[in-house]
């Protein structure tokens, strides 16, 4: 009843509050009346008024006009701040910009000639908020320019800064600036009550979710623990055996007794599994001298027999017949075992073997020319026929006999290039596809089909929001943009797009996986080679992003930059850099645990290993391809 007591008159200013929102006048005098009666306190609600909200606006909007930075922003951080989430992203790219008019305030009201010691402050000020809650959007290509706008020593005359000088630029942020004001402090009126609702049911909804899912993993994670737990229980027993049969043993030898081979063979069986016992017996002779170490080497002996066990041969025809008439999931588990086959198989003979005989058999049809084909898969209303189809092309992509083999087939990567922009993007399916066509970039022919198809436009869209894809999908988009900008055709279609090019690529700059780092500054080098790209990029400040981007990273990384802006400031030269006729067909192997050997030396490049990646690439390959 105390807690009651102590949180009465908040309760009964939250109800009051809730009827009159919700148009209840009558019940809010009948409460009222009652309230006074019984002398229980009714406080009024904290938030302010639509009065004090029009006070808040008129006061942010004058300091806005008067540049008053440091009245703007308290008002915004006492009346804003508590009412809008830190990641909104409205309220996070207003609030940059808001800075930037700021920082900038001064140079236009003094035709660019400042009282140093406050544009100094206003500067300092500016840094400091890039440092701390402007951080966030340093991944982010609208706002990456801006970051060097501190160390640019006249930013009116900079290209890149031109436009925060002129009076339509501040009365366009004038409007937003106002119309964010309205909409944010009118939310301020919602019911204190009605929020609290809606917060405490998400919440518990989530939670609920996220305990499910704990659950589900613990359960899971505890019989594989108990399963441990009883095969150590087994293990130690016999190990007890095994070590009191030999201490038996070792006193009888002392003893003068003899040790016959049977039952040193008996002791050794207990060592090992059932299936070592009939093994190991053709192995050795025990009625021999021997020691440890020869029991040792005949037991690994056994063991290398059965690593590589021969696979069963399949029925290809009736394989593709069912793959074309068989039902859904009668498809989708056909797909997963061929997949597993081949992926659980043993690098070298197994795996070689494996593979000829899908392609001898032409397992996905890629020669035949009729209508229902295996690969009419992808196409597939079922999401899961789709998803294990894709998984399937991506495994056959991952070998070079594969990507050999699938290249024969001229309508496969339309019909990829299809399916990447039609799937959802964060679908398993589109993983799959964007991975095989990643590893399609490794060969010539199938690079230039791709350049042809538009790729690298659609690739540059994509990765204009690197944050709505995975780190995976984000690492293969960088990976193929790079593997296509290597090409001089492919060159050519980034310079008539410069500018869009270059801001997505510096957006990407920033990112934390090194993989990712190392195909933009492959991209960048390859690009810039081009006269008229180093020319857009020198307008837009590069070299000053570029610099930026080389604190705090590895020397690897510092060493790749280096190199880019050198290609930057370059003198102009022909365009090539590499004839397309001097390259390679075909690159490295890629299947996991696959360790092969590239066929031929990459013609006309000797690449160090500090330099931009200047060769076709797959992820998790492009280290090997450094040392080759």
């Known amino acids: 009843m105390g807690d009651v007591l102590a949180y009465e008159a908040e309760l009964l200013g939250l109800v009051k509050e809730y009827l009159d929102f919700a148009g209840f006048q009558e019940t809010v005098k009948v409460l009222k009346k009652e309230c006074k009666i019984k002398g229980k306190p009714l406080t009024k609600p904290a938030d302010a008024s639509s009065e004090d909200a029009l006070h808040v606006q008129e006061g942010m909007l004058t300091a806005f006009e008067d540049g008053d930075q440091k009245v703007f922003f308290q008002l915004w951080e006492e009346h804003i701040l508590s009412l809008v989430h830190d990641s909104d992203p409205v309220a996070q790219n207003l609030e940059f910009y808001l800075h930037i008019y700021f920082a900038t305030f001064l140079l236009k009201q003094t035709m660019g000639k400042p009282d140093k010691a406050e544009l100094e402050e206003r500067i300092s000020y500016f840094k400091a908020y890039l440092e701390t809650k402007g951080a966030a959007l340093s991944q982010t290509t609208e706002f990456l320019p801006f970051y060097a706008l501190p160390f640019v020593p006249n930013p009116m005359v900079h290209p890149s800064f031109k436009e925060l000088f002129q009076d339509s630029w501040t009365l366009d942020l004038k409007k937003r600036l106002e119309k964010f004001l309205s909409l944010t402090l009118k939310s301020r009126q919602t019911p204190r009550l009605l929020t609290i609702f809606k917060e405490s049911g998400q919440c518990n ?12 993993k613990r359960e899971q994670r505890y019989m594989t623990n108990l399963k441990r737990l009883h095969k150590l229980q087994m293990d130690y027993r016999n190990l007890l055996g095994v070590t009191a049969e030999l201490v038996d043993s070792l006193e009888a030898t002392i003893t003068g007794k003899m040790i016959t081979p049977e039952h040193l063979q008996s002791v050794f069986a207990c060592l090992f599994s059932n299936h070592l016992k009939q093994t190991v017996a053709h192995h050795i002779d025990f009625s021999r001298p021997g020691t440890a170490s020869t029991l040792l080497r005949a037991s690994l002996a056994s063991i290398k027999l059965q690593d590589v066990p021969l696979l069963p041969s399949l029925d290809y025809e009736k394989l593709k017949k069912d793959l074309i008439t068989g039902s859904d999931r009668l498809k989708a588990l056909l797909l997963q075992a061929l997949r597993w086959r081949l992926t659980t198989s043993y690098p070298g003979e197994q795996r070689d073997t494996i593979m000829q005989a899908y392609i001898s058999n032409d397992l996905l049809d890629c020669h035949s020319n009729c209508q229902r084909s295996v690969l009419q898969l992808l196409y597939s209303k079922s999401e899961v026929v789709r998803q294990y189809m894709a998984r399937l092309i991506n495994a056959f992509a991952s070998l070079i006999e594969g990507r050999a083999y699938l290249s024969q087939n001229p309508t496969l990567l339309q019909m990829l290039e299809d399916r990447l922009k039609a ?21 010539r022919a199938l690079q230039s089909a791709m350049i042809k198809d538009g790729l690298i436009f659609w690739l540059v869209d994509v990765l204009i929001d690197p944050d709505c894809l995975s780190d995976y999908n984000l690492e293969y988009c960088a990976a193929l943009l790079m593997n296509l900008c290597l090409r001089s055709a492919g060159k050519k279609i980034c310079a008539s797009i410069p500018n869009h090019m270059l801001r997505v690529l510096s957006g990407l700059l920033d990112h934390e996986n090194p993989k990712i780092q190392s195909y933009v500054n492959g991209a960048l080098y390859s690009i810039l080679a081009i006269p008229s790209v180093r020319e857009e990029a020198k307008e837009m400040g590069m070299e000053e992003i570029l610099r930026c981007f080389m604190k705090e990273r590895n020397e690897e990384t510092v060493r790749q930059i280096e190199f880019v802006i050198k290609q930057l400031n370059s003198e102009p030269f022909n365009d090539s850099v590499v004839s397309e006729d001097d390259e390679e067909e075909e690159y490295e192997e890629i299947m996991t645990h696959t360790p092969k050997t590239k066929k031929k030396q990459f013609a006309g490049v000797h690449q160090s290993i500090d330099e931009p990646l200047q060769r076709p690439v797959t992820p998790g390959s492009h280290r090997t391809a450094y040392l080759m």
């Open 423 to 443: 799937e959802d993007k964060d679908s398993l399916t589109w993983e799959n596809v964007l991975g095989a066509l990643q590893k399609f970039s490794l060969r």
């Open 205 to 216: 909804k989530e939670m609920m979710q996220h305990l499910h899912q704990q659950l589900v």
